[in-house]
């Protein structure tokens, strides 16, 4: 993992440039059409996301995909197999807008730049595509080719805990993007016969506005059997065991805060009781059997 300078400047730069009130119209003709397509393109992104939000959008068949490749095998199993998902707090789903809607700012802002910039392609036909490895499909959120060379871009949008980690060690594995990324990689190869062994974190920090880039290498001596099990696992008659972080307890409540924020973590743990920190922030507590026996 290095630290990086091949967007994160730019796109500073830009934002700053946006803000005069003579930027777009001093823009040649066909740079206005090409930035006016971006635009377009934008509101459809955050029409999608504020569709989902409002509940408008129709709710897609669960299954296994690029997005979710390195999710909780568990979860992926229970929710393929009708496990219905519980509702998330009210707090929490205006979070998730947030980071949805600044990531679709941050997919524009690297493409305006493409415009601007001939080190910088976005590879729009795989923007749009169904990628595909080994039957499993995706949509990747930024294909570049910078100074000759593919990248996948990955957005992530972070509150400043999470972006303080991870802008300087990268996205931890807990909650699958390394994985995920690497999936996008293979059907980016697979798709187009040439190597993707470069990712491109961009990170955003929803609390401050601040950029961060990061570039990882490609690893499929970790990813590829990682994935080849979550196939194997969902695609089993069993439902597989919980993983490590889903196997700590302290006491009754459940340490994880993975399985805290899982959408089937009842159909998963059966029966919860859920306190409250100072912060506001969740923890879910088991329930004892008859003989006092914390069930598991």
């Avoid at 823009?27 to 006016?36: E, G, K, T």
């Avoid at 397509?37 to 569709?51: C, F, L, M, N």
């Avoid at 302290?250 to 959408?263: E, T």
């Amino acid at each position: 993992m290095t630290d990086s300078t091949l967007i994160k400047g730019k796109m500073e730069e830009l934002v700053t440039d946006m803000q005069e009130d003579d930027w777009y119209s001093n823009l040649a003709p066909a740079l206005q059409l090409s930035v006016a397509e971006v635009h377009r393109k934008h509101i459809d992104s955050i029409r999608i996301s504020v569709g989902n939000f409002l509940g408008m959008e129709k709710r897609r068949e669960p299954k296994l995909s690029g997005s979710n490749i390195g999710s909780c095998p568990r979860e992926i199993w229970l929710k393929t197999h009708g496990a219905i998902p519980e509702k998330f707090r009210p707090r929490t789903k205006f979070t998730f807008q947030l980071g949805d809607s600044f990531e679709c700012d941050i997919v524009s802002l690297v493409r305006i730049i493409a415009l601007l910039d001939d080190t910088i392609t976005v590879r729009e036909d795989l923007l749009q595509a169904d990628i595909e490895w080994n039957g499993i499909k995706g949509h990747c959120d930024l294909p570049m080719v910078i100074n000759g060379e593919n990248y996948l871009g990955e957005c992530k949008v972070r509150t400043s805990y999470g972006y303080r980690r991870d802008s300087v060690n990268g996205p931890e594995d807990l909650w699958g993007y390394p994985h995920q990324a690497n999936f996008y990689c293979r059907a980016l190869e697979q798709e187009t016969g040439e190597e993707w062994d470069k990712i491109l974190w961009l990170f955003g920090n929803k609390d401050t506005g601040h950029f961060a880039e990061l570039v990882e290498e490609r690893n499929d001596g970790k990813y590829v059997d990682l994935a080849l099990d979550m196939i194997d696992a969902v695609g089993s008659d069993a439902m597989p065991p919980r993983p490590p972080h889903g196997q700590s307890l302290d006491g009754d409540k459940i340490k994880s805060i993975k399985c805290c924020y899982c959408g089937v973590k009842r159909a998963c743990w059966g029966e919860l009781t859920v306190t409250f920190t100072s912060k506001g922030k969740p923890e879910y507590h088991i329930k004892e059997d008859g003989d006092g026996e914390l069930e598991r």
